[in-house]
């Protein structure tokens, strides 16, 4: 089935340990989004990638960096993880981006839970 | 002001009931609607998009007002299953990805 998949699902790290959390799509979508979500608030867009074209939010601090190598792949990297940082992180494609609703349906992951120790 | 606001509950209901939720949003030239659901601890999935003409599928029926500014979702029959946070979700700008959703609306259906 097509999908969106990350890896792992529950991650653990240590105060300023870089970190790296992944997501692949078989959805052939253009779009992909790393959004952070804590708890009982709405996700929160960092940046996304239309294509290899990248969009970074205004407020995304610098620590938060990411990679597309490809299609499929989507890479966030926390280069110093703080204890703000402890999050659920959602990955989500979308088939493209623009005015019409059916293409901007954004398929999300199952995420991936940080903790920060 | 937030893009999109919700009031975020908790709705508790009993099975069979129906309940209503509502959404407003502060950008007139929003474009799209969509209602998403949240299990806990899980990821949004899309539930419907909402058309202005307004939809339904079975037991769920959106609807968009463009002149009050707000999308609705109403759901009859509720299951048990139904238990969730129900995201409202707006996007604004032509071109650009601009999704705003709001923080979410948490119903729990009582046996």
């Known amino acids: 089935d097509a999908m969106v998949i990350q890896n792992p699902r529950y991650q653990v790290t240590q105060f300023g340990k870089p970190v790296t959390l992944s997501c692949s799509q078989t959805?052939?979508?253009?779009?992909m989004y790393w959004y952070q979500q804590k708890s009982s608030q709405a996700p929160k867009l960092l940046f996304h990638y239309y294509d290899k074209d990248f969009n970074n939010e205004a407020d995304t601090p610098d620590n938060f960096q990411s990679r597309r190598p490809n299609t499929s792949f989507c890479f966030l990297d926390i280069r110093s993880p703080g204890l703000g940082d402890a999050a659920m992180y959602l990955c989500a494609t979308s088939r493209d981006r623009g005015t019409s609703g059916i293409r901007q349906t954004q398929y999300f992951g199952p995420g991936t839970r940080l903790l920060v120790l | 002001r937030k893009e999109v606001e919700q009031d975020p509950g908790p709705f508790n209901v009993p099975e069979g009931a129906t309940v209503a939720f509502n959404c407003t949003y502060s950008n007139s030239a929003s474009q799209s609607f969509f209602w998403y659901r949240q299990d806990c601890r899980k990821e949004p999935k899309l539930l419907m998009s909402?058309?202005?003409s307004g939809n339904e599928d079975g037991r769920f029926t959106a609807q968009l007002n463009r002149a009050s500014q707000y999308i609705s979702l109403l759901i009859r029959d509720s299951k048990l299953s139904d238990s969730a946070t129900y995201l409202c979700v707006v996007t604004v700008g032509a071109g650009a990805n601009n999704l705003f959703f709001g923080t979410g609306t948490r119903l729990t259906v009582i046996p």
């Open positions: 909402v058309y202005s």
């Open positions: 959805l052939n979508h253009n779009v």
